[in-house]
């Protein structure tokens, strides 16, 4: 028998506030295109020294697809030195140019509310969203490169409802769904 695996919806974004964004962004406005939520706090070493330019590096190379990358800033700790004033000058001097939405703290404790929602265990956390909303990684701590880049790459192939897209793997005018012959080599 083979094993189940049970779709979750992706909890809506509750943020306070957005950069670099003219508008809030919802999932539900986001709905039909894969997404790469990327959860972080200024003073994380973790988040500085790997995720965010990890983050901005997939935001960067894969900015003519329709990937969706989105920072959340989820402050669990350390309030007081984590204030959007200084959040937008952090957003500036490390160049970030996806959208960061500030997580709405909770009502009932320090853990924020999308935080909570997602039942994040700290930061940097990843998440990838399937283009019908639904969470397809839910990764914790630093994420390999290759690892995430294929992870990006099977859901950027997928149409909405999970299948392969028709245009995923034509490349070049000699590709096939069976291999990818370059432009001029002879067909076997």
Known sequence: MKPTSKRIAAPELIADRWFNSKAPITLGGLRGRPVL???????????????IPQAQKVASMLRDTDLAVIGLHTVFEHH??????????????????????????GTSGATPQTMAAYRFRGTPSTVLIDRGGFIRHH?????????????????????????????AGTAGDGCTDDACIPTGAPAA
């Open 80 to 105: 007081a030195a984590m204030t959007p004033v200084s959040l937008e000058a952090f957003i500036h001097e490390y160049r970030i140019t996806f959208p960061v939405g500030v997580d709405k703290p």
């Open 139 to 167: 990764g914790f701590g630093q994420e390999d490169d290759i690892a995430l880049g294929l992870r990006i790459g099977m859901l950027l192939a997928e149409d909405a409802r999970g299948g392969i897209a028709a245009n």
């Open 37 to 51: 939520l990327h959860t972080f706090q200024m003073l994380c070493p973790g988040c500085v020294i790997h995720a």
